[in-house]
């Protein structure tokens, strides 16, 4: 296991998932393995019969009934999550780089959460000079073909013609347990904002995107609760975020 680290200054987390648990369960004043809850105090974790307090926040949302939302970025063949538990007054944003290992959580408010996500969607970018130039709206088989594009250190497939591309997809649960659906689908094609639909006969449509729709969708999402989604198209099967997002 990773040993957890604390920064209370800037308020980061890192630590596994059985710390991070445990971290909820002495919050809840659950039983926690005294080996774990020993690493958590080491790192100033704990306090008396609790958490230490800048943490009591990470915790109560983490531990919640909120809605979640889950963020998996696909760039040069590594696989980014970012998981956040909305709280009353802000949320819990769990980031799992690639390679797995340590958690990275932290505490955001609302409107920070909205902005954070909305920059790791595309939103705000500049357009590189030298690339293939704006996206023209393509069709896409399946689900598979699109993401395969972004499974190696070069982009390929249908987005070869592009030097620097990656995929996000963003998803949401009403609360924890509950199925999950897709909010959001967009790739950065060399700074290029395009947005990912269904169409007809089970493929996709890859089309540039507005921003500020793109924006508005990601603020609703985040403050205003799924049913202001904006819509969302059906989650292609399989992927994502699923019932267990807390």
């Not at 538990?85 to 690639?98: D, E, K, Q, Y």
């Not at 390929?156 to 996000?168: F, M, Q, T, V, Y």
């Amino acid at each position: 296991m990773t040993r957890p680290a604390y920064a209370p200054g800037d308020g980061v987390l890192a630590l596994d998932q059985p710390h991070l648990r445990a971290l909820v369960d002495r919050a809840a004043g659950r039983p926690v393995d005294p080996g774990v809850a020993r690493a958590l105090d080491d790192a100033g974790l704990l306090a008396e019969g609790g958490v230490d307090p800048p943490v009591g926040p990470i915790v109560a949302a983490l531990g919640g009934a909120g809605r979640r939302l889950r963020l998996t970025s696909r760039r040069r063949g590594a696989l980014t999550v970012a998981t956040a538990a909305v709280g009353r007054s802000g949320a819990a944003l769990v980031v799992l780089a690639p390679g797995g290992g340590a958690l990275h959580v932290r505490y955001l408010s609302l409107g920070g959460l909205a902005r954070h996500l909305a920059r790791r969607v595309g939103v705000g970018r500049l357009a590189e000079g030298g690339g293939a130039g704006p996206p023209a709206t393509a069709e896409v088989a399946a689900w598979g073909d699109l993401v395969r594009a972004f499974g190696t250190r070069s982009p390929s497939g249908w987005a070869a013609a592009w030097r620097e591309a990656e995929l996000h997809e963003l998803r949401w649960v009403a609360e924890p347990g509950a199925p999950a659906r897709t909010a959001l689908v967009t790739a950065v094609l060399d700074g290029h904002l395009v947005e990912v639909g269904p169409g007809d006969g089970g493929r996709y449509v890859v089309a540039p995107a507005d921003p500020v729709g793109v924006w508005a969708r990601v603020r609703r999402c985040v403050s205003g609760g799924p049913g202001l989604c904006g819509g969302p198209p059906p989650p292609p099967p399989g992927r994502g975020a699923g019932p267990g997002t807390g």
